[in-house]
């Protein structure tokens, strides 16, 4: 018998809890982030959607699009408190769930019945969280996660292996796992456009220039996947940014900030019991160009301490600051839980 896995995907969540919260906003274009003209949007309402307004957008730019939407600011501690509520549905189900972000979760389900405890899930999130979630199933994560995002809001899409390949033939290649802007260029210059395209791609010449990444491609085009669903957290982050009111060059404010969010991360590491190995910083300049720098480390830590003094070092010795910065943030991956504590010597 072959896998079933399931993708569980919040829809609009910011957004949708907002409304969830306050009645009088339902079935208004609501936009979370960018309440200044300098801030970046996270998320937005379905109704906020129509008017071209997406997540990452700039405020300024989605103010223009939408010059009468409400504007609201981000409360990540309401939002990660529902979150835990979702997770709280999600264990009724699986013992195997890994989080892919705040609104969304694999879960393999192998050996039961997927479609079945798909819709029970749905319906315990809509009558105990009174949300919607999109729920996408299939034989592995890239189908499932495929599957989950084709009938938003509030689908259920089921992806049969013998209807995979035909599936996917007529579909862009940004649909496949992995392929961004930059990939996504790439390919084009190979006469590679739709995921068809790349079935009928020599797999080896993929590799040659691809290595490793041109091998996935081709495997994912046949809805090929052998990723487990994992548990724990190893590919979770967290992390905290902020997009400054002016472009910032004194160094001193941006440790100050920097050893705020690793005082908040280090916080929320422990209320949750993880411990990280790796901690990047990201900056973005005042011309919207991005850089992130990280550091792994030999053991895995959770102070504020370590944290900090990694994050600091990183920012003061691994960027080349070519303009004010824009936009600070502080991520911690690699999660793990410890099954005795770990601290960290850190010699750097």
Not at 243 to 268: H, I, P, Q, W
Request: aromatic share 8%; hydrophobic share 35%; net charge negative.
């Amino acid at each position: 018998m072959g896998r079933s896995i399931i993708h569980m995907d919040m829809d609009a969540f910011y957004a949708a809890v907002e409304q969830r919260d306050d009645p009088s906003l339902v079935g208004k274009p609501i936009i979370i982030g960018g309440v200044s003209d300098r801030g970046v949007v996270c998320t937005a309402s379905y109704e906020a959607r129509k008017y071209g307004i997406h997540s990452a957008m700039s405020a300024r730019e989605a103010k223009k699009l939408c010059p009468y939407g409400i504007y609201l600011p981000t409360d990540m501690e309401k939002y990660k408190r529902v979150s835990r509520e979702v997770r709280s549905i999600l264990q009724r189900y699986s013992d195997r769930i890994e989080p892919v972000s705040i609104d969304e979760a694999f879960l393999d389900t192998t050996g039961r019945d997927p479609i079945h405890i798909a819709k029970r899930i749905k319906g315990d999130i809509r009558d105990e969280l009174r949300l919607t979630a999109s729920v996408g199933v299939s034989i592995n994560k890239f189908l499932a996660k495929l599957a989950s995002d084709m009938e938003k809001p509030d689908g259920l899409t089921i992806i049969r292996e013998k209807e995979a390949v035909e599936l996917l033939k007529p579909l862009p290649i940004t649909k496949l796992w992995g392929v961004g802007p930059s990939m996504e260029k790439e390919l084009n210059k190979l006469g590679i456009y739709y995921i068809g395209d790349v079935q009928g791609y020599d797999r080896d010449v993929l590799i040659s220039i691809f290595g490793q990444k041109g091998s996935e491609i081709y495997d994912f085009s046949y809805g090929i996947d052998h990723r487990p669903v994992e548990e724990r957290a190893a590919n979770q982050s967290i992390g905290e940014e902020e997009t400054f009111r002016e472009d910032m060059g004194d160094m001193d404010f941006l440790v100050e900030r920097l050893a705020t969010y690793a005082m908040n991360l280090s916080r929320e590491l422990k209320s949750r019991g993880y411990l990280i190995r790796t901690i990047t910083v990201k900056v973005k300049y005042g011309d919207f160009s991005m850089e992130t720098r990280s550091h792994t480390l030999a053991l895995a830590t959770n102070s504020y301490e370590d944290i900090f003094k990694i994050g600091r070092y990183i920012l003061t010795t691994r960027f080349e600051f070519h303009d004010r910065i824009r936009l600070l943030g502080l991520t911690v991956s690699n999660l793990i839980y410890p099954e005795d504590p770990v601290q960290l010597s850190l010699d750097i």
